[in-house]
């Protein structure tokens, strides 16, 4: 229930259901993260293919299950008439990735080298959504700041208060800090693989246990993280509602 001295926003827009800038974050971010059950719909189809690959070397086969068990969780979500977000990602990850394994066999590549191709858009995209978040810092134009712009009706208008754009910019450094480290750990292991320095069997294992490790769990510590800095302080959201 809305408190009754909640402010009005601008004319015209609707009125935000949130008190502060820190509700708005927080409430942001449950919903961008889909809790427990997308976290599980997120791992279960990389899972299924890094354990088939090293189980039956059978690439097509490991894409195809780990394809069909995301259709079967798409499926739940439809019967049950919920958000299908987090089952849909999943499966446009599985469709850049093997886009990759499609490429590295029109190259020539051998089976190992299409693996390993799969694990590639992951590290990429990483690394892309690293170097975007870190420069909206760097430009004082922190991306979750635009969170907060998306309840209060106006998106720009957070950047004019100083103590929001100080928040927002801790708060997306500690979005890009996750990226970063996946990047820092699973590029080495990717390169290794691909060069030769590193077994391709042993680099795909490592790359499918670190891309699990390194997912939903090291994005709950920095989740972890941003609740805790979010608890320290209480930012009226009218000052950057008006």
Known sequence: MSAPDQPTGQPGQPAPTVASVEAVVRRQL???LGGRRGMVEAAVPTIMFTVLWLTTRELLLAVGISVAAALVLLAVRLVQRSTP???LNALVGIGIG???VWLA???GGSEEEQALAYFLPGILYNGGYTVLLAVSCLVTWPLVGFMVGSVTGDPTAWHED???VRLCTRLTWLLALPCALRVAVQGPVWLGGSS????????IAILGVLKIVLGWPLQLAALAG?????GRNTTPIESVAR
């Open 30 to 32: 449950a919903t961008a």
């Open 85 to 87: 977000q987090f089952v």
């Open 98 to 100: 093997y886009l990759f």
């Open 105 to 107: 066999q029109r190259r």
């Open 162 to 164: 100083r103590q929001v």
């Open 196 to 203: 030769g320095a590193l077994e391709a069997d042993a680099a």
């Open 226 to 230: 941003m609740v805790w800095l979010l």
